[in-house]
């Protein structure tokens, strides 16, 4: 069975700094990413990433949030840190296949 396992989150204040980690159990994926869903709002898309020169961040993090990757793990460096980026964070992975796999998510909380 598929696990991957996040940490890193906790409370920081405006403009504070976060680096999350992702670990999973075997490194054939295709591609690896962070999603992040806000109390009362759709999960959306942070970044994603196959290699480091295919990656995606979105308008949000583009300037603030890095992802890079290694075999089996997906790191998301946050920097300039808002209270909008308060969410729980979910790593995912997708293999060749196409099927999706999913963290249990990690809290990130930004408040003053």
């Known amino acids: 069975q598929v696990q991957l396992v996040e940490s890193g989150g906790g409370s920081v204040q405006p403009g504070g700094s976060l680096r999350l980690s992702c670990a999973a159990s075997?490194?054939?994926?295709?591609?690896m990413g962070w999603y992040r869903q806000a109390p009362g709002q759709q999960r959306e898309l942070v970044a994603r990433?196959?290699?480091?020169?295919n990656k995606i961040l979105a308008d949000s993090a583009k300037g603030r949030f890095t992802i890079s990757r290694a075999k089996n793990t997906v790191d998301l460096q946050m920097n300039s840190l808002k209270v909008e980026d308060t969410a729980v964070y979910y790593c995912?992975?997708?293999?060749?296949?196409?099927?999706?796999?999913w963290g249990q998510g990690t809290q990130v909380t930004v408040s003053s």
């Open positions: 995912t992975a997708r293999a060749l296949s196409g099927a999706e796999y």
């Open positions: 075997r490194n054939t994926f295709f591609s």
């Open positions: 990433i196959v290699s480091d020169s």
